[in-house]
Structure formats: C-alpha cells, structure tokens
Nanobody
Framework: QVQLVESGGGLVQAGGSLRLSCAAS????????MGWYRQGPGKQRDLVAA???????NYADSVKGRFTISRDNDKNTVALQMNSLNPEDTAVYYC?????????????????WGQGTQVTVSS
C-alpha cells in the first residue's frame, strides 16, 4: 500500500510565501508524474503544478512565475514553493502521484492522493 503525506500549509498574509512538501511511502517500485492540485471553497479541484519523472514542470497559468515545483526521486518527495501569495490562492492543496507499487499479485499502477493541507492567504 502507498501513502502520501503532506505538510507545510498554514495561514499567510498576501504577498507572503509558503512551502508545501509531500512524501510518498510504501511498496513503491517507481513514480511517474507528481504534482499539486487545489480546491477552493465551492470550486472544483484544479491542477496547480505537475512534474514528470525527468523533472519537467508544468504550471497552471494563474501560478506561473510565482510557484515552483520540484521533486527528489531518491526520497520520493515533491515540493511546491509558493511566493507572492494572494487571497485567490486560498484552498486545500492536495499532493498527487502516479505510482507503480508492489502487490501480492505483482504490481499496480494507480493515482494516489494525499489527505490535503489548508492554505489560507489573508488580505
């Protein structure tokens, strides 16, 4: 079984910064894409940033130039550095990873999600 554990959310004033981290653990064989989604109040869950296994990033237009995604393949972690935060960034942020894991019958490739971490930006 695979688990994603996030950390780093909190309350920050507009213009401030936060860093989110996510660690994957369990019977991991390999990890493909990793990333972060967010869901604001009354909104759908949207992609914020993703990063391929080779380190190629992809960002939502709303965060380009402000957020930076990175990963450490040796530690199975992904991080999101968020700068110049504004109230519109307020949401629950979810870590995501597509993971191939060992099972009793061989292996399984599946999408995995963290429990979510709240980010609140005050004006």
């Amino acid at each position: 079984q695979v688990q994603l554990v996030e950390s780093g959310g909190g309350l920050v004033q507009a213009g401030g910064s936060l860093r989110l981290s996510c660690a994957a653990s369990g019977s991991i064989i390999s990890i493909d894409n990793m990333g972060w989604y967010r869901q604001g109040p009354g909104k759908q869950r949207d992609l914020v940033a993703a990063i391929s296994s080779t380190g190629r990033p992809n960002y939502a237009d709303s965060v380009k130039g402000r957020f930076t995604i990175s990963r450490d393949n040796d530690k199975n972690t992904v991080a999101l550095q968020m700068n110049s935060l504004n109230p519109e960034d307020t949401a629950v942020y979810y870590c995501y990873a597509r993971i191939r894991s060992r099972t009793s019958f061989g292996s399984l490739t599946d999408n995995n999600w963290g429990q979510g971490t709240q980010v609140t930006v005050s004006s």
